[in-house]
């Protein structure tokens, strides 16, 4: 994981001309250290909570300060979490950190860690900006991911304590050191320069300041061992001269990819300095050492080849003057005579970018078919059934979910917000665009000449067509090929990661081992006959024939001669680079880097500098970890950066996918905030989703999504990998069943602006009846409205079936927002247009759909015509569930114009067609719907016993599709099924209908209306029980809160009315709960009746020494909300309590008499003043307290007249 924290002190190396030592010994510098000295206090034990805070606030970026209701809104929805966070465990599991608690007034979160995994994992997301997105996933409700505007404009900030962080991540890092089963070695800067002590030569390790040094840990000593990274030496080094590495990603690097680097102790120029390109001025003459470096002069220019990057030791140049090519060592040039590239520039080149390919990436058609099915709608062949009304009125529906900025749509109107979209991507093309022109034009410097001939030579040879004697002439054609002065297209081949050239050119050979033969033969043809191409890239094939058979001395031999044949030269940069990158890495892995140090060198630079260089072997990671290396230790970020990103494409390529994680972390963290690479972002989508880490995939793909240009749209295939992620997120299997989470909503629309971009009206068509679908399913049709708009525009100019599609699911949606004459404007031409087409469904399709828009503009009777037709179209077609729907339809008609016989002869028509039907979730809740009508109907005509069984029945056939519990379920599905076909069905059920899972939103309407017939129609307090928790328990999946605490203290009402000691103990059981809601959720009002309630039980059940805390409780929060009215009435109720019981009925007058009264008369309530003092006269006559009862009935009868006045002067 490439983590780091937000450290104030970032270590790096300073290095610059003139900042130089001694230069006799510049290892040892002025500042020296005693080892007598006291120790840094970087070590020792900190008095500080090993638990983190974690504080977040929901700000609104274009006001640049707290959005207040949504701040309200969030912390709200974390007090309903407080008591059961099981969700935020989850959530905070995977982001690697372990939940403590939650401090929902201070908009906190405390959390821990167990191990430097974990603190590391968890710093990366944080500093990657996931922690506040994930957040959001929690906190926010799809009312806000359905607001567009609402999304793209807030934004969460957290913050956490950086020091207590940097602690805590120290003492684990010390921690799992010290006790682990292996000797614990972890990696430290010097803080300053050390000598050696005359007395103890050779004991200790000499350091220069900021130093990496590698130390094994050892409990209780103030020396430990160290090795350093720079020269490899070994010796002891005192505790208080290190100072561990605060970024947990280079303690893993360096811990798993061991090895030192052999940088000088000369200090080079990195500092702050950038990637560079172009021309550069020599600040100082050189002279070569080597033949492959290059002699320069002061004040000379040199062109550079590639790019030269701070950290590295040499890069390739070209002298202006002479034309040679060769390395230049980077200290002698000047960093400020170069052209600077952007600051956090790790790709050279737009191939480089594309050449991050992830797997998942080529999937395109197969993402592009599962949105298709996705989008996919039965509406030009099934009726939709009447009753949809009801979207409007449900209490918790969105009514303020349509997007912002959403105006009044129609086909070929102005997409609004993604006009913005556009602009925004505009401004971001514009702002990159002279880089990229730059990019374009150093390329031209660095790019492999092409070849003078069009058509590239092939070598084809048949080993077997070779005689046993090696004569010169049966060798001619390879080495003609291969003796090609510099680089030639037809020469990718040979240095490719494949290896395609032998298979290619060389045919007829069994076993290897000919064809090394015949290329060692060559390679002897070729040193006689002094072909220096020839001879030089044979060198490398056979070496890297070696490297494939592991045979790496061998393989060394012929890279060191093929090098040496070279003698320096440049002309096939590519063959160059293959050689030194080849070599380095046996050097590396034979543990050679004394002999080939420069070597080495050299090699990182021609990986590093050269951009499009194709890797030719899996050994090049152990290069590309050396330059990491590097870059770590001289503290250079751009070089750093590089080295990531080299490391994550090869290991892509090498399909190693589990290794790749931390490299692209680090790579996208070195890119800044917010992070710019979108090509880290995307692989990070795609590993998260590998890791099962819904949460972090969608954060990466929406963070990809906001940064994003043009260029670099939203694909297809991560608008998949959300859309999966997302149905996870809700506990569901897969979406190809159509249910979309409103958190897919972002990357729909940045989807959506991509293929507007790209003129993809297919897609753009998918993508916004997904969309719409999204809104529809969270009752928000206006917000379905302005998607379907668009669809029918694109649907236009796509086909006329697309077209018919479009236009039937915007008439839908106009009928779900209750605008049904827009919709009748749609229909009614489509309907004109259907008239010579033989089409019987389609015209089924529109008539019933007209009927719905005529029934909603109140014309009844061409609404009745209307579905006539369209029974008789369905007739025709003889397709039983439309007939069904055209019945029903016809039946809430009637029913709505208060004819009951025939709505109840068309209903159970339609009930008799739906029983012939095949079950399906579809047609399970249009059956539902319709036995709630014929249910109606019943109860309309007094025939209580058959509507209760078509209340009943239509709940069991909404218990279908997701599991409940079996205790919510009734005892007596049996024999109301057999009754229900006995009153009701002319055909029998088929046994599978009476299974019983749970569809919950189908459940809670027939829930409502039973509790409301058992309560209300046909009173029976049990059944009104068992379907009350039947609703708490949908009300618990739907983790609605407010509903769940009304439902309990509705509940509690219930059993209290029961009046038994174990329905008393329900009650309590009940009421408690609730007043534990209403603390979480903040309803002062609804906590304080809780309270009472509590108290009233206690007392029922005889737990004295209870009551008065309740009460008093109850009280307490009543004065508390600042509402008198409240206080007073909670006053009188408690007072009740014993005015109305039979024991310790005198407590009632404190109540009364020393809190109720003095409430009325500062509130002037004469009514409820005269109502206590009756009270308090009668509860003295019964406690035989005469003179009071008589001091409080001359009060009421004082109170009475004056009663009396205000009546009159009212009705005067």
Same mark, same amino acid.
């Given at each position: 994981?490439?983590?780091?924290?937000?450290?104030?002190?970032?270590?790096?190396?300073?290095?610059?001309?003139?900042?130089?030592?001694?230069?006799?010994?510049?290892?040892?510098?002025?500042?020296?250290?005693?080892?007598?000295?006291?120790?840094?206090?970087?070590?020792?034990?900190?008095?500080?909570?090993?638990?983190?805070?974690?504080?977040?606030?929901?700000?609104?970026?274009?006001?640049?300060?707290?959005?207040?209701?949504?701040?309200?809104?969030?912390?709200?929805?974390?007090?309903?979490?407080?008591?059961?966070?099981?969700?935020?465990?989850?959530?905070?599991?995977?982001?690697?950190?372990?939940?403590?608690?939650?401090?929902?007034?201070?908009?906190?979160?405390?959390?821990?860690?167990?191990?430097?995994?974990?603190?590391?994992?968890?710093?990366?997301?944080?500093?990657?900006?996931?922690v506040s997105m994930c957040l959001e996933h929690l906190l926010f409700d799809h009312k806000y991911w359905l607001n567009c505007r609402l999304v793209e404009?807030?934004?969460?900030?957290?913050?956490?304590?950086?020091?207590?962080?940097?602690?805590?991540?120290?003492?684990?890092?010390?921690?799992?050191?010290?006790?682990?089963?292996?000797?614990?070695?972890?990696?430290?800067?010097?803080?300053?320069?050390?000598?050696?002590?005359?007395?103890?030569?050779?004991?200790?390790?000499?350091?220069?300041?900021?130093?990496?040094?590698?130390?094994?840990?050892?409990?209780?000593?103030?020396?430990?061992?160290?090795?350093?990274?720079?020269?490899?030496?070994?010796?002891?080094?005192?505790?208080?001269?290190?100072?561990?590495?605060?970024?947990?990603?280079?303690?893993?690097?360096?811990?798993?990819?061991?090895?030192?680097?052999?940088?000088?102790?000369?200090?080079?120029?990195?500092?702050?300095?950038?990637?560079?390109?172009?021309?550069?001025?020599?600040?100082?003459?050189?002279?070569?050492?080597?033949?492959?470096?290059?002699?320069?002069?002061?004040?000379?220019?040199?062109?550079?080849?590639?790019?030269?990057?701070?950290?590295?030791?040499?890069?390739?140049?070209?002298?202006?003057?002479?034309?040679?090519?060769?390395?230049?060592?980077?200290?002698?040039?000047?960093?400020?005579?170069?052209?600077?590239?952007?600051?956090?520039?790790?790709?050279?080149?737009?191939?480089?970018?594309?050449?991050?390919?992830?797997?998942?990436?080529?999937?395109?058609?197969?993402?592009?078919?599962?949105?298709?099915?996705?989008?996919?709608?039965?509406?030009?062949?099934?009726?939709?059934?009447?009753?949809?009304?009801?979207?409007?009125?449900?209490?918790?529906?969105?009514?303020?979910?349509?997007?912002?900025?959403?105006?009044?749509?129609?086909?070929?109107?102005?997409?609004?917000?993604?006009?913005?979209?556009?602009?925004?991507?505009?401004?971001?093309?514009?702002?990159?665009?002279?880089?990229?022109?730059?990019?374009?034009?150093?390329?031209?410097?660095?790019?492999?000449?092409?070849?003078?001939?069009?058509?590239?030579?092939?070598?084809?040879?048949?080993?077997?067509?070779?005689?046993?004697?090696?004569?010169?002439?049966?060798?001619?054609?390879?080495?003609?090929?291969?003796?090609?002065?510099?680089?030639?297209?037809?020469?990718?081949?040979?240095?490719?990661?494949?290896?395609?050239?032998?298979?290619?050119?060389?045919?007829?050979?069994?076993?290897?081992?000919?064809?090394?033969?015949?290329?060692?033969?060559?390679?002897?043809?070729?040193?006689?006959?002094?072909?220096?191409?020839?001879?030089?890239?044979?060198?490398?094939?056979?070496?890297?024939?070696?490297?494939?058979?592991?045979?790496?001395?061998?393989?060394?031999?012929?890279?060191?001669?093929?090098?040496?044949?070279?003698?320096?030269?440049?002309?096939?940069?590519?063959?160059?680079?293959?050689?030194?990158?080849?070599?380095?890495?046996?050097?590396?892995?034979?543990?050679?880097?004394?002999?080939?140090?420069?070597?080495?060198?050299?090699?990182?630079?021609?990986?590093?500098?050269?951009?499009?260089?194709?890797?030719?072997?899996?050994?090049?990671?152990?290069?590309?970890?050396?330059?990491?290396?590097?870059?770590?230790?001289?503290?250079?970020?751009?070089?750093?950066?590089?080295?990531?990103?080299?490391?994550?494409?090869?290991?892509?390529?090498?399909?190693?996918?589990?290794?790749?994680?931390?490299?692209?972390?680090?790579?996208?963290?070195?890119?800044?905030?917010?992070?710019? +690479?979108?090509? !880290?972002?995307?692989? &990070?989508?795609?590993?998260?989703? =590998? *890791?099962? #880490?819904?949460? /972090?995939?969608?954060?990466?793909?929406?963070?990809?999504?906001?940064?994003?240009?043009?260029?670099?749209?939203?694909?297809?295939?991560?608008?998949?990998?959300?859309?999966?992620?997302?149905?996870?997120?809700?506990?569901?299997?897969?979406?190809?069943?159509?249910?979309?989470?409103?958190?897919?909503?972002?990357?729909?629309?940045?989807?959506?602006?991509?293929?507007?971009?790209?003129?993809?009206?297919?897609?753009?068509?998918?993508?916004?009846?997904?969309?719409?679908?999204?809104?529809?399913?969270?009752?928000?049709?206006?917000?379905?409205?302005?998607?379907?708009?668009?669809?029918?525009?694109?649907?236009?100019?796509?086909?006329?079936?697309?077209?018919?599609?479009?236009? +039937?699911?915007? !008439?839908?949606?106009? &009928?779900?927002?209750?605008?049904? =004459? *827009?919709? #009748?404007?749609? /229909?009614?031409?489509?309907?004109?247009?259907?008239?010579?087409?033989?089409?019987?469904?389609?015209?089924?399709?529109?008539?019933?759909?007209?009927?719905?828009?005529?029934?909603?503009?109140?014309?009844?009777?061409?609404?009745?015509?209307?579905?006539?037709?369209?029974?008789?179209?369905?007739?025709?077609?003889?397709?039983?569930?439309?007939?069904?729907?055209?019945?029903?339809?016809?039946g809430h008609l009637t029913l709505k114009s208060w004819t009951q016989q025939p709505a109840r002869d068309y209903l159970l028509q339609a009930v008799q067609?739906?029983?012939?039907?095949?079950?399906?979730?579809?047609?399970?809740?249009?059956?539902?719907?319709?036995?709630?009508?014929?249910?109606?109907?019943?109860?309309?005509?007094?025939?209580?016993?058959?509507?209760?069984?078509?209340?009943?029945?239509? #709940?069991?056939?909404?218990?279908?599709?997701?599991?409940?519990?079996?205790?919510?379920?009734?005892?007596?599905?049996?024999?109301?099924?057999?009754?229900?076909?006995?009153?009701?069905?002319?055909?029998?059920?088929?046994?599978?209908?009476?299974?019983?899972?749970?569809?919950?939103?189908?459940?809670?309407?027939?829930?409502?209306?039973?509790?409301?017939?058992?309560?209300?129609?046909?009173?029976?307090?049990?059944?009104?029980?068992?379907?009350?928790?039947?609703?708490l328990a949908l009300a618990q999946q739907l983790r609605d809160r407010e509903m769940e605490g009304r439902l309990l203290e509705s509940l509690g009402q219930?059993?209290?009315?029961?009046?038994?000691?174990?329905?008393?103990?329900?009650?309590?059981?009940?009421?408690?709960?609730?007043?534990?809601?209403?603390?979480?959720?903040?309803?002062?009002?609804?906590?304080?009746?809780?309270?009472?309630?509590?108290?009233?039980?206690?007392?029922?059940?005889?737990?004295?020494?209870?009551?008065?805390?309740?009460?008093?409780?109850?009280?307490?929060?009543?004065?508390?909300?600042?509402?008198?009215?409240?206080?007073?009435?909670?006053?009188?109720?408690?007072?009740?309590?014993?005015?109305?019981?039979?024991?310790?009925?005198?407590?009632?007058?404190?109540?009364?008499?020393?809190?109720?009264?003095?409430?009325?008369?500062?509130?002037?309530?004469?009514?409820?003043?005269?109502?206590?003092?009756?009270?308090?006269?009668?509860?003295?006559?019964?406690?035989?307290?005469?003179?009071?009862?008589?001091?409080?009935?001359?009060?009421?009868?004082?109170?009475?007249?004056?009663?009396?006045?205000?009546?009159?002067?009212?009705?005067?």
């Amino acid at each position: 994981m490439g983590g780091c924290f937000c450290i104030p002190w970032e270590p790096s190396l300073s290095w610059g001309p003139g900042k130089e030592t001694s230069s006799k010994d510049p290892a040892i510098s002025t500042e020296i250290i005693s080892l007598s000295e006291n120790k840094e206090k970087c070590f020792l034990p900190q008095n500080m909570t090993p638990d983190l805070t974690l504080s977040f606030s929901v700000k609104s970026r274009s006001r640049r300060c707290v959005n207040g209701p949504l701040q309200e809104a969030a912390r709200r929805r974390l007090w309903a979490l407080e008591n059961e966070d099981q969700e935020v465990r989850a959530l905070f599991k995977d982001l690697s950190a372990r939940l403590v608690c939650i401090q929902s007034q201070k908009a906190q979160f405390l959390i821990t860690f167990k191990t430097m995994e974990e603190i590391w994992k968890f710093s990366t997301y944080l500093n990657l900006g996931y922690v506040s997105m994930c957040l959001e996933h929690l906190l926010f409700d799809h009312k806000y991911w359905l607001n567009c505007r609402l999304v793209e404009d807030t934004e969460i900030h957290v913050s956490v304590d950086d020091k207590h962080l940097e602690t805590i991540y120290l003492g684990l890092l010390i921690q799992e050191e010290l006790f682990s089963f292996s000797a614990g070695h972890f990696f430290c800067r010097a803080t300053c320069s050390m000598a050696q002590p005359a007395e103890k030569e050779g004991e200790y390790l000499t350091l220069c300041k900021n130093e990496l040094i590698s130390v094994k840990t050892a409990e209780g000593e103030f020396e430990w061992e160290g090795v350093s990274l720079v020269t490899g030496q070994r010796g002891l080094v005192p505790v208080s001269a290190l100072e561990p590495l605060p970024l947990p990603f280079h303690q893993w690097f360096l811990k798993n990819y061991p090895g030192s680097c052999g940088l000088s102790r000369k200090r080079d120029w990195t500092g702050s300095y950038q990637i560079g390109r172009g021309k550069c001025k020599a600040w100082k003459e050189y002279e070569r050492e080597e033949k492959d470096e290059l002699n320069f002069h002061q004040g000379e220019s040199i062109e550079i080849i590639g790019f030269v990057i701070p950290g590295l030791q040499w890069f390739i140049g070209k002298s202006a003057l002479s034309g040679e090519v060769g390395f230049v060592p980077t200290r002698n040039i000047d960093p400020d005579s170069y052209s600077p590239m952007s600051k956090n520039s790790t790709f050279f080149s737009d191939e480089e970018r594309c050449s991050l390919g992830v797997p998942g990436s080529d999937r395109k058609a197969e993402c592009a078919s599962f949105l298709h099915t996705l989008a996919q709608t039965d509406i030009t062949s099934v009726y939709r059934l009447s009753g949809f009304e009801s979207i409007q009125s449900l209490p918790n529906d969105l009514s303020a979910s349509q997007p912002e900025g959403f105006k009044e749509t129609r086909p070929g109107g102005a997409w609004e917000e993604h006009q913005a979209v556009g602009s925004r991507q505009s401004s971001s093309s514009e702002d990159s665009s002279l880089e990229e022109e730059l990019l374009s034009a150093a390329s031209d410097t660095y790019h492999l000449p092409e070849p003078d001939d069009l058509d590239d030579p092939e070598l084809l040879m048949d080993l077997n067509t070779g005689q046993e004697e090696e004569e010169a002439e049966n060798f001619t054609p390879i080495l003609a090929f291969l003796d090609h002065e510099g680089y030639a297209d037809h020469f990718k081949s040979l240095y490719d990661f494949s290896f395609s050239f032998l298979t290619t050119s060389f045919y007829s050979y069994s076993e290897e081992d000919e064809l090394v033969a015949y290329l060692e033969a060559s390679r002897k043809w070729a040193k006689r006959s002094h072909m220096t191409w020839a001879h030089a890239r044979l060198c490398f094939l056979l070496g890297r024939l070696s490297v494939r058979k592991v045979k790496l001395s061998q393989a060394r031999v012929y890279f060191e001669e093929a090098i040496h044949i070279l003698n320096g030269a440049f002309k096939d940069l590519s063959l160059a680079a293959a050689l030194y990158i080849n070599l380095a890495a046996i050097y590396l892995r034979q543990r050679l880097r004394h002999k080939g140090s420069g070597l080495l060198e050299k090699a990182g630079a021609m990986l590093v500098c050269l951009p499009d260089r194709e890797y030719s072997a899996k050994s090049e990671l152990d290069v590309v970890a050396y330059v990491l290396r590097q870059g770590i230790v001289s503290g250079s970020c751009p070089l750093e950066a590089r080295a990531c990103f080299l490391a994550v494409r090869l290991l892509l390529i090498l399909g190693r996918h589990d290794e790749v994680l931390p490299f692209a972390e680090r790579l996208q963290l070195l890119a800044g905030h917010p992070p710019t +690479l979108d090509a !880290a972002a995307t692989i &990070l989508s795609f590993l998260y989703d =590998k *890791k099962y #880490l819904p949460h /972090l995939a969608v954060a990466s793909v929406r963070q990809r999504g906001t940064q994003s240009t043009p260029a670099m749209a939203l694909p297809i295939w991560q608008v998949h990998l959300v859309l999966q992620n997302t149905t996870k997120l809700l506990g569901i299997p897969s979406p190809s069943w159509g249910e979309v989470s409103a958190l897919a909503c972002p990357a729909l629309r940045q989807a959506l602006g991509a293929c507007e971009e790209q003129v993809d009206q297919s897609t753009q068509r998918t993508l916004c009846l997904i969309l719409s679908k999204v809104y529809l399913q969270h009752r928000s049709p206006d917000g379905a409205i302005h998607y379907l708009s668009q669809a029918l525009m694109l649907g236009q100019l796509l086909s006329e079936q697309e077209a018919f599609e479009s236009s +039937l699911c915007l !008439a839908w949606a106009y &009928l779900l927002a209750s605008q049904a =004459k *827009k919709a #009748l404007d749609i /229909l009614e031409p489509l309907l004109y247009s259907l008239k010579e087409t033989e089409s019987v469904t389609r015209k089924g399709v529109v008539h019933n759909l007209l009927g719905l828009a005529l029934q909603g503009e109140g014309r009844v009777n061409r609404a009745a015509n209307s579905y006539l037709w369209a029974l008789n179209r369905a007739q025709e077609a003889r397709d039983v569930r439309n007939q069904a729907v055209a019945l029903a339809n016809l039946g809430h008609l009637t029913l709505k114009s208060w004819t009951q016989q025939p709505a109840r002869d068309y209903l159970l028509q339609a009930v008799q067609l739906y029983s012939k039907l095949q079950a399906s979730m579809e047609t399970d809740m249009e059956l539902v719907q319709v036995l709630l009508w014929l249910a109606q109907v019943e109860v309309y005509r007094r025939q209580l016993a058959s509507g209760r069984f078509c209340y009943e029945m239509a #709940l069991l056939f909404g218990l279908r599709h997701q599991h409940l519990k079996s205790e919510y379920i009734p005892c007596c599905w049996d024999a109301l099924e057999i009754s229900v076909r006995r009153h009701f069905f002319l055909c029998p059920i088929s046994s599978h209908l009476i299974r019983v899972p749970a569809l919950r939103s189908g459940q809670l309407q027939v829930t409502k209306t039973l509790c409301h017939f058992y309560s209300s129609v046909s009173p029976s307090p049990e059944a009104c029980i068992t379907y009350h928790e039947h609703w708490l328990a949908l009300a618990q999946q739907l983790r609605d809160r407010e509903m769940e605490g009304r439902l309990l203290e509705s509940l509690g009402q219930l059993y209290r009315n029961l009046n038994t000691a174990r329905s008393l103990r329900r009650s309590l059981t009940c009421i408690k709960e609730s007043l534990r809601i209403f603390v979480d959720l903040g309803e002062r009002d609804k906590a304080a009746e809780a309270w009472l309630g509590a108290g009233r039980l206690h007392y029922l059940m005889q737990e004295d020494e209870l009551v008065e805390l309740y009460l008093q409780a109850a009280i307490q929060k009543a004065l508390k909300s600042e509402e008198p009215s409240l206080a007073l009435r909670l006053y009188e109720e408690a007072g009740d309590v014993f005015f109305n019981g039979t024991r310790h009925r005198h407590r009632a007058v404190e109540y009364y008499r020393a809190g109720a009264v003095p409430l009325a008369r500062r509130m002037k309530a004469v009514k409820t003043e005269l109502r206590i003092f009756n009270k308090l006269t009668e509860l003295q006559i019964s406690l035989e307290g005469y003179e009071k009862a008589l001091e409080f009935a001359t009060l009421a009868a004082r109170l009475s007249t004056v009663a009396e006045n205000l009546i009159c002067a009212t009705v005067c």
